[in-house]
C-alpha cells in the first residue's frame, strides 16, 4: 500500500462562474490549508456545488485560478476525489469493482487493486459487502461504498458534495462520526458542501458561508470546538449552539 | 423469473388455447374457406417439415435474417452510441433516423430491387432497413439516459473519452441496448418477410405468396404459423442474452 500522501493546500484566487446569462461564482476568494476540514454553506442557488466542481477540475473556471498543491488546476487531477450527493455508484458492479473503479482507471494490477480496495471497503466498515450490489444495500451504505472508492486511490483532497443529505438522521450521525474519525487518522484536507448548520459547524475547522446570485464568500467562521469531537458531546454544548446559531444568523440575513 | 410474471404467462397459454378452440370449432363449421381448422393447419405444417419445403424456405430465410440483422445490430449500436454522445453526430442524423422509423419502409423495397436486381440480397437488405432504426433509436436513448453523477465521477478518476464509453455509457446503456435489439429482432422478422414476398423467390415469403395465389388456405397458415414461431424464437434468443448480460437488474 503506497503511504499516504501529505495533505495540500486549496487556493481560489477570484473565481468566477456563469451559465449563460446567470452568475454563479463572483470573484470568489477561499483558502483551505493542508489537512484542514472545511464547511461550505449557503442558501440554495449560492453555487457551493458549482465551486466544488470548479476545484474537482469538473468545470472550467470564466476568470481566476484555483490551484490544488502545486498544481492549478485545469481538469481533474490525482490529488482530488469527490464523494456525490447521489452516491454515483455503478449499478451494475459489485461493491468491490465500485471500489476497485478509481484504482483500474489509474492502472493499478488487478491483484493490488482488489487488495487495496478491500482495505478501504474495511475502513468503511463494509467487511462482507463485497459482493453485493448497490442495489442491495441502504442508502448509507451506499455513500459508504462511496466514501471507500473515493479513499482507495488515497486522495490528498476530499471534496464531498452534500454527502449525507439523502441519509436518515440517525446514520447520518454514525457515519460523521467515522469521517471524523478516519479523517484523524489519514489526515486530508476535506472540502465538505453541505446545508446543514450543524453539519456545517460539527464537522469543521472554519466554516464558509456564501451569499447567492452571484455566489461571494460572504463570511468565514472559525469553529473553535475541540477535537476529536466524535468521541464527546460536543453537540450538547453551549458553544456548539452558539457557534450553529451564529450560522444561522448570517444565513437568514441571506435568505 | 417472478411469480408474476409466470403468472402472466399462464393466463398468456389460457388466451392461446381459447382462440385455438374457437378456431377449431369456426372451421369444423365450415364457415369461410379462409378458416380451416387448426387441426387441418397442423396436418398441412407437418407434412411441409416431412417433405423439407419448410426447410429449405427457413433455412434461405434465417441466412437473409441473419446477413441482414447482423449489420444491423453492430451499425446500429455504434450509430446509436455516437448519436448519444455527441450532440453534432445527433443533429446530424435525427432527421434521418426519425423520417426513415416511421416511413412505410416496405415503399422501399422496390427501390432495393432495383439496386441489387431480384435477388436474396435484397431480402437482407430489407431485413437490415426494416430493424436498423429501431437499434440506433433505443441506443441512443440508453446512453442520454446516463447518470450525469457517474459520468463525472469517472472524470474526476481521470477517465478520457475512451474510458467512459467503455466503463460508463455502454454499461449504462446496455438495457436499452438489448431492448432495442430485441425490438430489432422482430422487425427484421417482419423484414424478412416482406422482402420476400416482394421479390417472390426464396424463403418463406415466398411460400406466403406461392400458397396464397394458388388458395392452398391451409398451407398458407402453416407457413403463416412457421413465421411467428420464427419472430417469437428471435426476439427470445435476444432475451436470453439480454438476462445473460444484465444480471445486475
Known amino acids: ?255 | 423469473m417472478t411469480p408474476r410474471e409466470s403468472e402472466f404467462g399462464r393466463t398468456g397459454v389460457v388466451a392461446v388455447l381459447g382462440l385455438l378452440i374457437v378456431w377449431e370449432l369456426l372451421g369444423r363449421l365450415d364457415v369461410s374457406m379462409f378458416v380451416p381448422p387448426i387441426s387441418r393447419i397442423a396436418a398441412a405444417w407437418w407434412q411441409l417439415l416431412g417433405n423439407g419445403t419448410l426447410a429449405t424456405a427457413a433455412s434461405s430465410s434465417l441466412v437473409s435474417l441473419a446477413k441482414g440483422f447482423g449489420p444491423a445490430a453492430v451499425l446500429g449500436v455504434a450509430v446509436g452510441l455516437a448519436m448519444g454522445r455527441f450532440r453534432t453526430v445527433r443533429h446530424l442524423l435525427d432527421g434521418w433516423v426519425n423520417a426513415l422509423m416511421s416511413a412505410p419502409l416496405s415503399a422501399l423495397v422496390p427501390v432495393l430491387i432495383a439496386l441489387f436486381g431480384i435477388r436474396d440480397t435484397v431480402v437482407a437488405a430489407t431485413v437490415f432497413m426494416f430493424s436498423f432504426f429501431v437499434i440506433v433509436v433505443n441506443t441512443m436513448t440508453g446512453v442520454r439516459g446516463t447518470e450525469r453523477s457517474l459520468v463525472e465521477m469517472a472524470r474526476v478518476f481521470g477517465a478520457g473519452e475512451v474510458a467512459l464509453f467503455r466503463r460508463i455509457y455502454l454499461p449504462a446503456a446496455l438495457p436499452a441496448i438489448m431492448l432495442g435489439l430485441r425490438l430489432g429482432a422482430v422487425q427484421a422478422v417482419k423484414g424478412m418477410v416482406v422482402g420476400e414476398m416482394l421479390i417472390s423467390l426464396v424463403g418463406l415469403g415466398e411460400r406466403l405468396i406461392y400458397y396464397g395465389n394458388t388458395f392452398l388456405i391451409t398451407e398458407l397458415y402453416a407457413v403463416i404459423v412457421s413465421v411467428l414461431v420464427l419472430a417469437l424464437l428471435a426476439s427470445q434468443a435476444v432475451q436470453a442474452a439480454d438476462r445473460a448480460l444484465v444480471r445486475w437488474k
Not at chain 1, 55 to 77: E, K, M, N, Y
Open chain 1, 1 to 255: 500500500m503506497t503511504p499516504t500522501l501529505a495533505p495540500v493546500p486549496i487556493t481560489a484566487d477570484g473565481v468566477s462562474k456563469a451559465f449563460g446569462a446567470v452568475q454563479a461564482l463572483a470573484d470568489i476568494h477561499v483558502h483551505v490549508g493542508a489537512g484542514e476540514f472545511l464547511s461550505l454553506i449557503g442558501p440554495s442557488g449560492c453555487g457551493k456545488t458549482t465551486l466544488l466542481k470548479l476545484i474537482a477540475g469538473l468545470l472550467p473556471a470564466d476568470a481566476g485560478r484555483i490551484r490544488v498543491g502545486g498544481r492549478t488546476v485545469a481538469g481533474p487531477g490525482r490529488e482530488c476525489s469527490v464523494v456525490f450527493q447521489d452516491f454515483a455508484l455503478l449499478p451494475w458492479a459489485t461493491v468491490q469493482k465500485n471500489v476497485e473503479f478509481g484504482l483500474a482507471l489509474r492502472g493499478m494490477a488487478a491483484a493490488e487493486r482488489a487488495r487495496t480496495a478491500r482495505l478501504a471497503i474495511g475502513k468503511v466498515g463494509l467487511s462482507g459487502f463485497e459482493d453485493a450490489y448497490p442495489s442491495q444495500l441502504s442508502g448509507g451504505m451506499q455513500q459508504r461504498v462511496g466514501l471507500a472508492r473515493a479513499l482507495a486511490v488515497n486522495p490528498q483532497v476530499l471534496l464531498m458534495d452534500e454527502p449525507f443529505a439523502s441519509i436518515d438522521e440517525q446514520t447520518r450521525r454514525l457515519f460523521q462520526d467515522d469521517l471524523l474519525r478516519l479523517w484523524s487518522e489519514e489526515r486530508k484536507t476535506v472540502v465538505l458542501v453541505t446545508h446543514s448548520m450543524e453539519e456545517a459547524v460539527y464537522m469543521a475547522d472554519r466554516v464558509v458561508v456564501l451569499s447567492p446570485r452571484p455566489g461571494r464568500v460572504h463570511e468565514v467562521l472559525d469553529v473553535p470546538l475541540p477535537r476529536p469531537r466524535e468521541s464527546s458531546d460536543v453537540r450538547a454544548t453551549a458553544e456548539f449552539a452558539r457557534l450553529v446559531d451564529g450560522v444561522w444568523k448570517i444565513l437568514r440575513k441571506l435568505q
